[in-house]
């Protein structure tokens, strides 16, 4: 099915403005005349005015802090070094606790690649000095606490989930797991067989193919998340690897920790700074590589991954920006208005809304990474429906670029993150853990505060200037994964298409057929 | 929107002692939750908890229908509508309602005359009138442009969106359909009228662009994704007669053929405020809230309850089987039949399947602790992971065993040892240590629950709905707790039998091809996934 095209009738500037009352707080009071005029969506029904009468002033979002008044999070510094974040909650019987430290995967080589992932992992999995692997699993168990480590990009986390009547016993094995893991060869192997059947298997998903080799080729072949795990490579890692690792990260100079929950402040500074006394005190800082910086040089044309289904999977996009770029909070409300703002945005509204050909159409601008982050509108139709889609995809990215933007767009992407800002902070958890995050990654406790202020001086023609400079049509990259043969034709109307051919990983000899 | 395959009071007890006092620890270490219940005259429940901790209200609209009402050829009707309840109403989401709905009316005619050609391209001995079906595509293009003057675009979400919702959305299960979104807690009246506007006067307006993409949604999440294949006709098999043999998606033809008046009639019949549980949970004052529910729902009339023609499963004669090789990671899925949630039996059955099944453990499934994890996966070898789940929902449903099976054992080693373990629940109950572990998990995900608004509004609406009472989260808690080594035992020997279950093996298209054929040869290590 098709529909006509959306209205877009782009008003003037200087009536744009007139319309004036853009502080959240001012509510517009249209006019019958003033219905019929306007850009996209400024014509509102009558219950729209209701609502308008109804809905409440913006509340003012409760900031996590840092200091001795009462609902703020204690900040201390142990003597071994380690900097811990504290907050009583005594509202449940829980007790969580998180742990941060530098590594991950962006520290990694193609040489070294994998290895902080499986040692997280089998601190978690290979038991501890004190404890074998399945003892430790049983006794975690017994007790319902959950514990787990994990290594992201640019952090490992190590959390533990208690109720507080079992807290002293889990504390002790969650610090075992942390600082004394025993990496059973056999938990390790297992993990290997695991990881290799998921390699064996990374293929099966047509989202997940898009994802990966989107994000290769943007990143390219030298910067880590252009990496790839092959069999070879996760077969020739060992346990000494592991053992090398977590020696070399784990130490109390390369750890932040907070706790929350039912207990006594003074009593969990007092196990943590306990705890911590046994690890050895670092002679010399960690010394850890500097980590990548992505090029941003765009991969331009149109890229094809074949397979033999009856959906594409589509991205369309260019390499985007990172959190000190001083107009991010211009560039997230720009993609709202694109196609990040649900069923509000322009990509959902033409793709989704008007022409039913995907369940899924938005854009991600992402404003949050410490590296350039991937801009990419994303789109899954079927396969006869892949050129238009992509057509329609270009079309909205083009006239975001271009054109201006209405009233209502600008109110509605300014509103849904003012009025939503409030919900960022009603976990307590959460709140603390994002102090801790702040702090870990270099930046000021305010940086929240300063995001909120930052959005709210975004004015009409900051978005605008956004979409000029942070949408560049000439460098997007259209990538497909797809049945190449049905869509070929359509896809020739963007550029030449590159076939992308992806590695199949199998198991050697293959599985056994038949028992 | 989105579709969630099992609802209900799903796999996890949930509980919470006591009535009194907000979310808080008490001396025992036991948590409480107080619970306002209101009902309207119209039959609507209302349950509010007050939690100040933040200036926000998560709400929660459950109504007692889902994808087993679905009537024949009407599969996926349920999910279908739950989309269309974000298309306005006839004071939202559009200019001028008279102004459309002759249109709508036009387009409805237009569409059948259209599907009914279409439906010939199918048929062998019918032929579709090739003409006739462009000049209705014509038409209907320009009648979709016409509407378009009046419609208003997607109002009612950006509304949410302007008054700082967060985590808007519905979904659509097998037993019950539910609506939700966080608010600050000075938008509840918004919530109010809207939410009221559109369960008295909804309008599904651009309904078939929308059928449209409910289609997507299924090459998506299912006709892409083997697993998903698989499992579908997995259900389909399990289940001869029983309405969970149909996805809630809906076949792909009855998505297609569905119309607008059938959804209408579907709604007309099962959107009733006396089919509705509303739950709020947050930052509110309970009188002055069910003073705003009373004055947006209470105009709403309350309707006789629907008659449901819900199949009943007959008794399985025998095992039967189903194989599908697809290019997807290999798997065994073996379930038998189980009893509704709340039936007696279904207590020591969800224990039997936490036994199996264990808790803790690391990342890469199968946790380390349960029975099937530490003979297949550690002992035996056979498995890379192993769970179990007895899914409790409102009719008998059923006990599900999956695994993935080791490079070196074959799908059918791992079936027999599968059942071997499943069967020698009834010759070796459960440990007290085994037990032990599987009442304190029941107990810290209570409190778990409890964690977030949000968690609470839904555990709430779950056991209001499932059981008519919400005191049937204490009392799940309780009966799960109370299970005995001898109660596994014997709801083993009953009910996890072979001449009724139903055994489902996916194979890899890679262990059935030779190696050669595996492996793309052309691009060396270097160059690998970039273009060639």
Known sequence: MTTTLLHEIAIPLVVFFALGAWAISARAQESAADRFKGGRGDVHSSGFETVTRLKGEPLAPRFPEIGPASGAVERAVLSSGTVIFLKEDHRLPLIRIEAILRGGSAYETPATLAVADLTASQMRDGGTALHAAQALDDRLAFLAARVSVNAGDESITASLDVLSKDFDEAFALFFEVLTRPAFDPARLELARRRGLFGLWHRNDNPGVILDREYTRLLYGESHPRGFMLTPERLNAIGRDDLVAYHERIVRPDNLWITAVGDFRRTDVAAKLEKALEALPKPAAPLPLPPLPKATGAPRPGVYVVNRPITQSNIAVGHPGISRDNPDRYAVDLMNRILGGGSFSSRITERVRSDEGLAYSARSAYPIGDRDLGLFRATVQTKTESTGRAVALILEEIEKMQSGAISKNEFETARESVLYGFVNRFDDPVQNVVRLMRLEFEGLPYDWDRRAFEGYSAVKPEDVASAARKYLRPSDLTIFVVGDAAAMGKDLEAFGKPTPVVIQDFAPPGGRKANG | ?532
């Open chain 2, 1 to 532: 929107m989105h579709i969630s395959r099992k609802t209900g009071a799903a796999a996890l007890g949930i509980g919470v002692s006591s009535l009194f006092g907000s979310p808080s620890a008490s001396a025992d270490g036991v948590a409480q939750l107080e619970v306002v219940k209101h009902t309207l005259q119209n039959g609507m429940r209302l349950l509010l908890v007050e939690r100040h901790d933040s200036p926000t209200v998560a709400t929660y609209l459950r109504f007692h229908v889902g994808a087993v009402d679905d009537p024949k050829g009407q599969t996926g009707i349920a999910h279908l509508l739950e989309h269309m309840m974000f298309k306005g109403t006839r004071t939202f989401g559009t200019t001028s309602h008279d102004s459309e709905v002759p249109i709508m009316d036009k387009l409805d005619r237009l569409f059948a005359e259209r599907d009914a050609e279409l439906a010939k391209r199918r048929a062998p001995f019918t032929k579709p009138d090739e003409a006739k079906i462009a000049d209705l595509t014509k038409q209907i293009e320009a009648a979709t442009a016409d509407q378009k003057k009046f419609v208003v675009k997607d109002e009612l979400w950006q509304i949410y969106q302007r008054l700082g919702g967060d985590g808007l959305n519905a979904s659509t299960g097998e037993d019950s359909t539910q609506y939700y979104v966080t608010l600050p807690s000075n938008q509840l009246e918004v919530w109010a009228y809207l939410e009221a506007d559109r369960i008295a006067n909804p309008v599904f307006r651009e309904f078939y662009s929308e059928r449209d993409v409910v289609h997507e949604e299924r090459r998506l999440r299912t006709d892409t994704q083997p697993h998903a294949s698989f499992r579908e006709a997995f259900d389909a098999t399990a289940f001869a007669a029983h309405p969970y043999r149909n996805p809630v998606v809906g076949w792909p033809t009855d998505i297609d053929a569905t119309v607008r008046a059938e959804v209408l009639q579907f709604f007309r019949t099962y959107y009733a405020p006396n089919n509705c549980v509303a739950v709020l949970v947050g930052d509110l004052d309970p009188k002055k809230t069910i003073a705003l529910v009373e004055k947006y729902f209470g105009p709403i009339p309350a309707q006789p309850p629907p008659r449901r023609a819900i199949t009943e499963e007959p008794p399985h004669r025998g095992e039967r089987r189903i194989e599908m090789t697809a290019d997807a990671a290999p798997s065994v899925t073996i379930a038998y039949p189980s009893p509704a949630a709340g039936d007696p039996a279904s207590y020591p059955l969800r224990v039997a399947a936490r036994v199996l099944s264990g808790g803790g453990g690391g990342r890469g499934g199968g946790g380390g602790t349960g029975r099937l994890f530490k003979r297949l996966v550690v002992e035996k070898q056979v498995a890379l992971g192993a769970f179990a789940s007895s899914r409790a929902q409102r009719y008998p449903s059923l006990f599900t065993v999956s695994a993935s099976p080791a490079k070196e054992s074959s799908p059918e080693d791992l079936e027999a040892a599968l059942t071997e373990e499943i069967e020698r629940l009834a010759t070796e109950p459960p440990t007290d240590e085994e037990l032990g572990r599987v009442r304190n998990s029941i107990d810290a995900e209570a409190v778990r629950r409890l964690t977030s608004n949000f968690g609470i509004a839904g555990a709430l609406a779950d056991a209001e709905d499932l059981a008519g009472d919400w005191h049937y989260l204490f009392r799940e808690q309780e009966a799960m707790k109370a299970v005995s080594s001898e109660d596994v035992r014997k709801a083993a020997a009953e009910w996890l039998r072979r001449d009724r279950r139903t055994v489902g093996i996916l194979r890899s298209e890679k262990d059935s091809r030779p190696r050669a054929e595996n492996v793309d040869r052309k691009s060396g290590k270097a160059s690998e996934g970039q273009p060639q």
